[in-house]
């Protein structure tokens, strides 16, 4: 706040008749860097999106292990901030010493702004030479294009303006010419700035053959297509001030809204189809289908409710016949969520806005031009969302259809390997020689009762055995005794 106070107490001191001097230089020097602040919140917003929702941008976007977190993005854009409003401050009060001496304060703000973002010793640094390393593989025209690449340019693209109003800025610091005049060296409609609002453009227009050459992939002759609009557009725009003004009105005027119109229509559909990969043409299908061998009537009806369909399904605001609900069973039209619908909306409205800030002649109203790109950056931020957002699904899909193939590949291995062994059993059956086991036999086991018996018939068999003993002892005594008998009846016969 203090600063903003004396920058108001200082423009109070300044004269009405140097006022609007001084407003026109202040927009020169400090309109560019307040664009790119406005750029580096929306990009710390997008980390901030990517990170909530578990966007793997890292990867996607090819950055550092140690890139600046989406805090430290902000954190930046703060200190930037106040450098600013300290810089506009020092020119504010400097302007009423005259132009010479109000000079200094921008020339000091864009020296030490990049020299503290490049040399300090901390995370920016890192950052800031890994980020002028990706704009020098931009300009080398022979090294290898990656998905960040295409990334980067394409931003740079909504950022033409902006480098066109930084060559304007030190133009003006370093030869202290008029800037608002066409034939300044460095003016709003001198070649430099017109190259340099192309240049961006031109460098994208490379990627997009070089790539379209080196993988073979058409879409990326739609993305010359549309650079080869663009530039169409400026040549035309240009042309203002190289031709008379019967040959611009009747002429050049209409060739130039119709290639902005057509330049706008035509990013838009690329936009949807290729960057955010929206499959209208599905819809499209849908539609053939199912109007097939209708009436004209049932053709409108059956479209007006496809359409209100589409951005409310749960709706039903005709009376649908069997064949809409058979038609629309067997092809389910895609549900979209609503906020992509604003995304798209607000896409089309801002590109044909953005058409303005390409064209020379309208850089007159500053300020329209201004806001125009403020609105542009806005349309980028909103792309860059999308963009990540598709990029990301692309590559899940991609792993897990190399997730799909390994396994598909695993299983194959193993139905072959099994078809082998079956084969080979078929052709070359193995003899296998049964040895039979030597079974050794095993004592029946006892239990505790068979013991019982044995002892038991022991004892009824013993007495028996005495018993037999002693009639055989009975009698031999019985013969013994018999013979002496035997003798003496002989002896007495006798």
């Known amino acids: ?18 006022w609007l001097s001084f407003v026109r230089e202040a927009f020169l020097y400090y309109n560019a860097p307040f664009l790119l602040i406005v750029m580096v919140v929306l990009w710390g917003l997008n980390l901030l999106v990517f990170t909530k929702f578990g966007l793997n941008y890292t990867t996607i976007l ?17 200190w930037m901030t106040e450098s600013f409003l300290v810089s506009l401050a020092a020119y504010t009060y400097t302007f009423s010493f005259g132009h010479v001496a109000a ?25 800031t030479r890994d980020l002028l390393q990706r704009l020098w593989r931009i300009l080398d025209l022979c090294g290898e294009i990656t998905f960040s690449d295409l990334f980067l340019a394409e931003v740079l693209t909504s950022l033409a303006k902006v480098l066109s109003d930084l060559v304007c800025a030190v133009c003006r610091m370093i030869t202290t010419l008029a800037w608002a005049y066409a034939d300044s060296i460095c003016g709003l409609h001198s070649i430099a700035t017109a190259l340099v609002v192309a240049l961006p453009f031109w460098l994208r227009l490379v990627q997009s053959v070089r790539r379209y050459w080196s993988t073979g992939e058409t879409t990326h002759l739609w993305n010359v297509l549309q650079y080869l609009t663009a530039t169409l557009v400026m040549i035309l725009s240009d042309s203002k001030y190289l031709v008379s003004d019967e040959t611009w009105q009747h002429i050049c005027y209409p060739l130039w809204v119709i290639s902005g119109v057509t330049y706008s229509l035509y990013g838009f559909g690329l936009d949807i189809s290729l960057e955010w990969n929206m ?12 109007v097939e061998g209708l009436g004209l009537a049932q053709k409108i009806e059956f479209i007006l409710y496809f359409i209100v369909s589409i951005f409310d ?29 604003w995304f798209l909306t607000s896409n089309l409205i801002l590109r044909c806005s953005w058409t303005f800030t390409l064209s020379s002649n309208l850089w007159d109203n500053y300020w329209l031009i201004f806001g125009l ?14 963009r990540v957002e598709n990029r990301h699904n692309e590559i899940q899909e991609q792993v897990r259809a190399l997730q799909l193939a390994e396994t598909e590949n695993r299983y194959n291995e193993i139905q072959d390997q099994t078809r082998d062994v079956q084969l080979v059993e078929v052709v070359q059956p193995v003899e296998v020689e049964v040895v039979q086991p030597v079974v050794e036999e095993e004592p029946a086991p006892t239990t505790e009762a068979e013991p019982l018996a044995r002892t ?22 019985a013969n013994v005794q018999t013979t002496p008998t035997e003798d003496g009846a002989s002896s007495h016969e006798d």
Do not use: G
Not at 62 to 78: F, G
Not at 279 to 290: E, G
Not at 326 to 340: A, D, F, M, T, W
């Open 62 to 78: 090819d950055l550092m292990d140690d890139h600046l977190t989406y805090t430290q993005v902000l954190e930046c854009s703060l």
């Open 373 to 386: 790109t403020l609105l542009e950056m806005f349309r980028r931020w909103q792309w860059i969302l999308l």
């Open 279 to 290: 499959r209208y043409q599905m819809w499209v299908d849908i539609i053939v289908n199912c």
């Open 313 to 341: 399904p749960e709706k039903n605001p005709l009376p649908a016949s069997e064949h809409f609900q058979e038609c629309q069973s067997k092809n389910q039209p895609v549900v979209i969520p609503k906020v992509y619908y």
């Open 103 to 127: 000079t200094f304060p921008p020339i000091l703000f864009y020296v030490a702004t990049p020299v503290a973002l490049v040399l300090c010793n901390n995370a920016f640094n890192r950052s």
């Open 1 to 18: 706040m203090l600063k903003l106070q004396v920058i108001w107490y200082c423009s109070t001191r300044i004269i009405k008749e140097k």
């Open 456 to 477: 038991t018939a022991v004892q009824q068999t013993t007495p028996i055995e005495d018993a037999s003993d002693e009639k055989l002892t009975a009698a031999k005594a």
